[in-house]
């Protein structure tokens, strides 16, 4: 008796061990709450500063990670197996979140400071309401180029891409929903189009397009473009004005035919372990100075209303990423198409790389 009690201790003993040691591993993972805030975002979409800001003001310590898609976000936060408090995904992103049932309504209490965004963004068909998402940074989808280095070609119109002298000159992002919707909207059809008809015309379109491909790459374009090792690009408004501000030559156009205009906001995951200091951290990143610092470090245009008029005039007035309404209005917002039709997409898109190689 005495053997099987003292086998028993130890197995106790072993026990607490363990749940001492993964306590340990979560809180230096930043899984646990209390004073720690594990944010999930896009790689360098926020300046560093702000972070060690917002750790001195409250006293919380920041776990920082990041992602490269929209999609591979989903999957893990779908897994669960982490604990985030903050993520910072896409329009169509948070739509398929709310529906999965993935995120806690936001407490706008909490966030006085959310006043702060323009009401052109704010209420849109991807969160009505806002109930559970906030604004972060607002963009397009448009063409940069090297007039230098184009032969005076006007890139006003998605066409200007299959003009032979650009042969083997273009880079696209390796995005699904960007490349399908430039080439629907080159043949004047909607980037959430679901007619099979019409995604096959498109698809046709992008394998015409081939030749004029240098590659299908991802955030190397910026560097790949800004060193001249390629005419013309599919970017975001961002990674232009990124680009841009390396190689002054180059110039961004959002094409006539339409766009996308996206969203990245920030939510709070049903898992979070901080929903105090997520919150916290949500309207810290509202106040005017703070969207204006990030706005300026980052590149992307600031849905923030007093922040825009804190930002330098060359910035701010710079109507290639702070469009007017007029342009903005004739530009779509990525639809939540459902798992389905997204997995078609991703299957059309492969088909173009494919053909590409």
């Known amino acids: 008796m005495k053997q099987l009690i003292n086998t028993f201790a130890a197995i106790l003993i072993v026990a607490f061990g363990l749940m001492f040691l993964a ?18 975002n896009w790689g360098d979409y926020i300046d560093p500063d702000i972070l060690k800001e917002f750790e001195k003001e409250t006293g919380i310590t920041v776990i920082y990670q990041t992602f490269d898609s929209n999609e591979a976000m989903l999957t893990k936060i779908e897994q669960g197996g982490t604990t985030f408090d903050v993520v910072v995904p896409s329009d169509y992103a948070i739509a398929k979140m709310r529906e999965e049932n993935l995120l806690l309504p936001l407490d706008h209490s909490k966030i006085p400071n959310l006043a702060n965004i323009d009401s052109r963004f704010m209420n849109l068909s991807f969160d009505p309401g806002n109930q559970y998402s906030v604004p972060y940074f607002w963009g397009t989808v448009g063409i940069i180029f090297n007039p230098e280095l184009t032969g005076g070609i006007d890139f006003s119109s998605w066409q200007s891409l299959w003009d032979s002298r650009l042969k083997n000159n273009i880079l696209l992002v390796d995005g ?40 299908i790459v991802g955030d190397e374009i910026k560097m790949l473009l800004a060193n001249e090792e390629a005419a013309v690009g599919v970017v975001w408004s961002g990674d232009a004005s990124e680009i841009m501000d390396e190689n ?16 990245d906001n920030m939510v709070i995951p049903r898992t979070a372990a901080n929903v105090d200091g997520a919150h916290k951290f949500i309207d810290f990143m509202l106040r005017p100075e703070v969207a204006a610092q990030n706005a300026e470090y980052v590149g992307y245009s600031t849905p923030n209303v007093p922040a825009l008029a804190l930002l330098p005039e060359d910035i701010s007035g710079d109507t290639r990423f702070y469009p007017s309404t007029e342009i903005t209005d004739r530009l779509e917002v990525y639809d939540n198409l459902g798992k389905k039709m997204l997995a078609h997409y991703n299957e059309l898109f492969l088909k173009f790389k494919m053909n590409k190689k």
């Open 248 to 263: 002054d030559k180059l110039d961004y156009v959002v094409p006539e035919e339409g766009s996308n205009k996206w969203f």
């Open 23 to 40: 306590s340990r591993l979560n809180s230096a993972e930043g899984y646990t709450g209390g004073n720690t805030l594990t944010i999930y």
């Open 176 to 215: 699904a929903r960007e490349i399908m919707g430039m080439a629907l909207n080159s043949l004047n059809y909607s980037v959430n189009d679901t007619d099979e008809a019409h995604l096959q015309e498109a698809l046709k379109k992008l394998n015409k397009l081939s030749p004029n491909v240098k590659a």
